[in-house]
């Protein structure tokens, strides 16, 4: 079945849809885009979960995939530890797409040839199809695509005929006999013209999945499978202000009532009066069950001094724990019906995972993002992560959906160490009114001009950079922030917002003027990839 135009009916959206099976499975071969291959088959409304390419056939076999996609991966077929599958996955008999090394992947196994390329393929190039592939079935015969390989198939393997080339390589390859297909190119970023159009060929015309899964169906999945996880037993939420825990900490309510209790720590890391703010929020707006917990002096009291980024996102991680192992021993002692309190939940999201851990494939880490990487091993909870395999826009989506208020929603995501990885060096509370001071006139800024939503983020950052000023006729020498603004889709890539010079410029004057010892103010014009969106 092919769906027109893209969008399932109102009434098939509205139903309530959930399968965890019957889609397609995308098996990780490190690849960092391996989630976004599963977000695009999602938002077909079909199924799709990742596995790591070490998954053992049973696991996969019981998810009974439709259609089964190999993502792409740093590595070349022939390092020695080369990512590998075990190839009886390629006998199960539905169809395979392979993307980038998943292709060339999939061309070694069966005995073709992959070779470096003389010279690599990164970013654009233009792809010329021959004619006849149902995987481009209604795609142009010329259009451009994304690469990112240094690898290429020099000899496909029997059985394959070449479809598309670029001016350096074979792009793409298919066996219709057996319904394996291979692209070099990425279909799943944005880059690549017509890439959901392919990809929904592959789900629909090749694999014929149905349309098995939408938002509601998610939720309702979802709550079931925390239910069952946390029978008989409490769970404390670790609510952040953002819209991640709030969304992680509604759906917990939904399934075990008062069973949550949700805390909510001042770590002296946040931005200008956002405790009590978002404190208020969380109980009037959200009616959760919020114990908050001011805990400054400890957070900065293991700070001080620390420099080492790898090193503050730890400490800080540790700490939370320790609060929240507190706050799980004051519960039980006030327990009545004494369920133990078993659980920590967080809102914890894919992009987080990718970069902090190597979960689900070799992929490399970047940073330890808190919740995830930042986390002591001995830790006295299990964890519930609901949104662990989504991005920020669906998460946004789901929390809609359950009816969470706007202005949760749009908030700009804050990074769980806070302040501490946007004051480059040792952190002190000097420091950080500086830093709350130039964040402050940021936000406000990007408000009054109607960019707030519109932007990813929008935040202050102090530099240990002192420079040379002159105030008043008089000399300064005073510190230097800078101003990072982003856009992005799902903060894997970003892009620096090119803002309105008068917005900059407004910025600017009010950040020295209104700032104790700020005397320059540098804006940020780096995108990610090569810097990341946080300095730290
Ligand atoms: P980077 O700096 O890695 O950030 O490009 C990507 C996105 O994640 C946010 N971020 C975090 N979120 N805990 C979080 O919950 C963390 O430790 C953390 N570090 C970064 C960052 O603000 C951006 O939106």
């Known amino acids: 079945m092919t769906p027109s135009s893209g969008a399932a009916s109102q009434k098939e959206t509205d139903s309530l849809v959930s399968s965890t099976k019957h889609g397609i499975v995308v098996l990780d071969f490190g690849g960092q885009y391996t989630q976004l291959i599963a977000r695009r088959v999602r938002e077909q409304q079909v199924f799709s979960a990742v596995l790591p390419c070490t998954a053992k056939l049973d696991e996969i076999r019981a998810l009974e995939p439709v259609g089964i996609i190999l993502s792409g991966g740093p590595s070349s077929v022939y390092d020695k530890d080369a990512p590998y599958c075990d190839p009886k996955v390629l006998d199960f008999g539905v169809p395979v797409l392979g993307i980038c090394y998943g292709m060339q992947w999939l061309a070694h196994t069966l005995g073709g040839k992959v070779s470096p390329a003389d010279r690599r393929e990164y970013g654009r190039a233009s792809l010329d199809l021959t004619p006849g592939s149902k995987l481009f079935s209604g795609i142009p015969a010329t259009l451009n695509i994304w690469n990112s390989h240094g690898d290429h198939v020099i000899d496909v393997p029997e059985g394959f005929a070449i479809t598309g080339r670029t001016h350096n390589a074979v792009a793409s390859v298919e066996h219709t006999g057996k319904n394996f297909y291979g692209v070099q190119f990425h279909v799943e970023v944005n880059h690549t013209e017509r890439g959901t159009d392919i990809l929904r060929n592959f789900i629909f015309e090749v694999c014929g999945a149905k349309q098995n899964w939408n938002r509601a169906g998610f939720i309702s999945a979802t709550i079931d499978s925390i239910r069952k996880q946390s029978e008989g037993c409490r769970a404390i939420c670790a609510l952040s202000g953002g819209v991640d825990s709030a969304v992680a900490a ?8 008062d069973r949550l209790t949700n805390v909510f720590v001042n770590t002296g890391l946040l931005r200008r009066n956002e405790f009590e703010e978002t404190l208020a929020l969380l109980r009037d707006r959200l009616h959760l069950n919020v114990i908050g917990v001011d805990a400054t002096d400890r957070f900065l009291a293991k700070l001080a001094g620390v420099t080492d980024p790898e090193k503050k996102r730890k400490i800080i991680g540790y700490e939370f724990i320790d609060i929240f192992a ?5 519960l039980i002692a006030a327990s009545k019906d004494g369920l133990p309190v078993k659980f920590l939940v967080q809102g914890t999201l894919y992009p987080d995972v990718i970069e902090s851990v190597s979960v689900k494939g070799p992929s490399a880490v970047i940073k330890s993002h808190h919740n995830v990487g930042g986390l002591p091993d001995d830790m006295p909870f299990g ?13 946004r989506q789901i929390g809609r959906e359950l009816g969470l208020p706007e202005e949760i929603l749009i908030k700009h995501p804050f990074p769980g160490p806070g302040l501490a990885v946007r004051i480059l060096g040792d952190i002190t509370r000097e420091k950080l009114d500086t830093l709350r001071g130039a964040d402050a006139v940021v936000v406000e800024e990007i408000r009054k001009a109607g960019l707030y939503s519109k932007v990813w983020q929008a935040f202050a950052v102090l530099l240990p950079v002192r420079s040379v000023g002159v105030m008043g006729d008089g000399r300064t020498y005073g510190n230097a922030v800078a101003i990072r603004v982003v856009e992005s889709l799902d903060a894997m890539t970003a892009d620096w917002s090119r803002l309105p010079m008068d917005v900059l410029e407004r910025m600017s004057v009010r950040i020295v003027n209104e700032v104790p010892g700020v005397n320059r103010v540098v804006y940020d014009i780096s995108s990610k990839p090569p810097s990341t969106i946080e300095w730290e």
């Open 383 to 395: 964890l519930i992560e609901p949104l662990r395999d989504l991005f920020k826009d669906e998460v």
């Open 250 to 257: 509604a759906l917990v309510h939904r399934a075990i009532g």
């Open 326 to 330: 507190e706050e799980q021993r004051k």
